[in-house]
């Protein structure tokens, strides 16, 4: 695996450190970041774009709150060790489908699955629950209580890591 | 029906009344799943590809802004790829009566990126509150849990920490996209 962080200048680290919350709502909201890191607007568009291009940035976006945007559910499965692979891979060819993770658990796929509403999502997940012939652990979120990806970098960890 | 309201922003549109599932709302919903674009005016690019002017864009964000529909605006970081991999989802069988306050003290905790509460599944499924633990190394993510424990007073509480060992999808969530 390559040592991405080793790729990252301090640049590149500010711009991540400053703005993965609070990015200026204005008609040329990469200009005024520039302004503030002391770069030309195309310079910072173009440090964006090698983000994106190394995989480290996902995109620059509005993060929705679950409830109000539509319905999701968090949802595992119990598999067998030797056939997770292709589980997964039936999971990810469903609609709405946005994580899907192995865990260290008898309920070995964890994924969360997404929709316009209830109705549709209740419709997915019967329809998924029929395909892979295994009950599905269903886990609606009933009360958040911290739901931010957004915490800080741990550069000087990544360094030693 | 519900409708969203613009206030009158300086010198942008007046106020007008756009109903959430107007057509060209609905489009700029899906396309703003997808990320901004790297464009100098990337709210007019958007504005462009869904038929409504830059200022009705950015007046509606605002508004989802305030209203909590988008609760941030900013990059999206993938962390694995930056490796932040040791990603340990914690369960927690808390009585029922102190799952809510043990939760915000979990999210209190600087380690936790994550806390939710979910129902138990009986009998399969005992645990009613969720967190998560990310870090670069799982040695780190579980003495960061041991401190955790130690600190809260949790050392009853029965728990259970289930590492991923694999990303088969990681992508923000598309509610309108597919």
Redesign the interface.
């Known amino acids: 695996?390559p040592?991405?962080?080793h790729q990252l200048d301090a640049l590149d680290r500010r711009?991540?450190d400053g703005?993965?919350?609070?990015?200026p709502?204005?008609?040329?909201?990469?200009?005024a970041m520039a302004e503030t890191l002391g770069l030309a607007?195309s310079e910072l568009?173009e440090r964006?774009?090698r983000?994106?291009h190394?995989?480290?940035?996902?995109?620059?976006?509005?993060?929705?709150?679950?409830a109000?945007?539509?319905?999701?559910l968090?949802a595992a499965v119990a598999v067998p060790e030797d056939e997770r692979e292709a589980y997964?891979?039936l999971?990810?060819l469903a609609?709405?489908?946005?994580?899907?993770?192995?865990?260290?658990?008898d309920?070995n796929l964890?994924?969360?699955m997404?929709?316009?509403d209830e109705q549709q999502l209740e419709r997915r997940l019967d329809h998924l629950e029929e395909t892979l012939g295994r009950p599905l652990?269903?886990?609606?979120?009933?009360?958040?209580?911290?739901?931010?990806?957004?915490?800080p970098?741990?550069w000087d960890?990544?360094e030693d890591? | 029906m519900t409708s969203t309201t613009l206030a009158m922003q300086g010198n942008r549109q007046p106020v007008a009344e756009l109903p959430s599932t107007r057509g060209d709302v609905q489009r700029l919903?899906a396309l703003?799943?997808?990320?901004?674009p790297?464009?100098?005016?990337?709210?007019?690019t958007l504005a462009e590809q869904c038929g409504m002017s830059?200022a009705e864009v950015?007046a509606l964000?605002?508004h989802?802004?305030a209203?909590?529909?988008?609760?941030?605006?900013?990059?999206?970081?993938?962390?694995r790829?930056?490796?932040?991999r040791a990603?340990a989802?914690v369960v927690w069988d808390v009585p029922d009566d102190q799952v809510?306050a043990l939760?915000?003290r979990?999210?209190?905790e600087s380690a936790?990126?994550?806390?939710?509460?979910?129902?138990r599944?009986l009998p399969?499924?005992p645990y009613n509150l969720f967190?998560m633990i990310?870090?670069?190394?799982r040695p780190?993510v579980l003495s960061e849990l041991d401190a955790i424990v130690a600190r809260q007073g949790l050392e009853q509480v029965p728990h259970?920490v289930?590492?991923?060992?694999?990303?088969?999808?990681?992508?923000?969530?598309?509610?309108?996209g597919?």
């Open positions: 695996m040592r991405l962080a711009l991540i703005y993965q919350r609070d990015l709502v204005c008609e040329r909201p990469y200009a607007e568009l964006l774009q983000l994106q190394l995989g480290v940035l996902s995109r620059v976006g509005p993060v929705f709150d679950h109000k945007a539509g319905a999701s968090l997964a891979e999971i990810n609609p709405g489908v946005n994580h899907n993770y192995a865990r260290e658990h309920y964890w994924f969360v997404t929709a316009p652990l269903r886990l609606p979120m009933l009360e958040g209580f911290h739901i931010d990806l957004g915490f970098i741990p960890e990544l890591a | 919903r703003l799943e997808r990320g901004l790297l464009t100098s005016r990337p709210w007019q830059e950015l964000v605002e989802w802004q209203d909590g529909l988008i609760k941030r605006l900013g990059l999206v970081v993938k962390h790829p930056l490796g932040i990603n989802m809510a939760g915000r979990l999210a209190a936790v990126t994550l806390c939710y509460r979910r129902p599944r399969e499924w967190c990310h870090g670069t190394r780190r259970r289930l590492f991923s060992t694999r990303a088969y999808r990681q992508h923000g969530a598309r509610y309108l597919e």
